[in-house]
T-cell receptor
């Protein structure tokens, strides 16, 4: 058990819809990361937050947005869903950002999104 | 910016055989290097990491990796493969600095034949 909790574990929805994925980081971790994993794209970094502020942005689509709340949990919002958005979405957390501690990420078990 | 290269997408070994998964990095400053493992239907977990000091690092489940600066490599090895080692393995790199982010390689799938 990594200590990172993601909900829901599975989600099936239709094209054009909007979903919200939730992540609770490990106790004490200030950084939260979101990754997308699919068979064709592999593991893609989406976005990182540190103590409530956006710290780094990766290959995140404009239809996607995220935030980190004062209690440090994070939500990833996916809107106008397309078939190609079907993937496993991982949240990870770390103590800090950058350096050796920042590279030690603890991953949740993921939220599997299926868009029909 | 730093990067890692994992050549090939799939490695197959027999049970009991040596496991060697290659990783080469690119970084203009001293890197921190990591190997992560992802078992089927699970999230990634840290296998081992190199920060500073001893260049041969040992991780969980009998895996180890050696940092070779001259070769810009951080290959992962295990003397004797076990069926339970079948998984996807990711090499990753970061550097010092508050804005540094962890950069993952494409991953390599390890299959273990009975």
């Amino acid at each position: 058990d990594s200590g990172v909790t993601q909900t829901p574990k599975h989600l099936i929805t239709a094209t054009g819809q909007r979903v919200t994925l939730r992540c609770s980081p490990r106790s004490g971790d200030l950084s939260v990361y979101w990754y997308q994993q699919s068979l064709d794209q592999g593991l893609q970094f989406l976005i990182q937050y540190y103590n409530g502020e956006e710290r780094a942005k990766g290959n995140i689509l404009e239809r996607f947005s995220a935030q980190q709340f004062p209690d440090l949990h994070s939500e990833l919002n996916l809107s106008s869903l397309e078939l190609g958005d079907s993937a496993l979405y991982f949240c990870a957390s770390s103590v800090g950002t950058g350096g050796p501690r920042g590279g030690e990420l603890f991953f949740g078990e993921g939220s599997r999104l299926t868009v029909l | 910016a730093q990067s890692v290269t994992q050549l090939g997408s799939h490695v197959s070994v027999s049970e009991g055989a040596l496991v060697l998964l290659r990783c080469n990095y690119s970084s203009s400053v001293p890197p921190y290097l990591f190997w992560y493992v992802q078992y089927p239907n699970q999230g990634l977990q840290l296998l081992l990491k190199y920060t500073t000091g001893a260049t041969l690092v040992k991780g969980i489940n009998g895996f180890e990796a050696e940092f070779k600066k001259s070769e810009t490599s951080f290959h992962l090895t295990k003397p004797s493969a076990h069926m339970s080692d079948a998984a996807e393995y990711f090499c990753a790199v970061s550097v010092s600095g508050a804005n540094s982010k962890l950069t993952f390689g494409k991953g390599i799938t390890l299959s273990v034949r009975p």
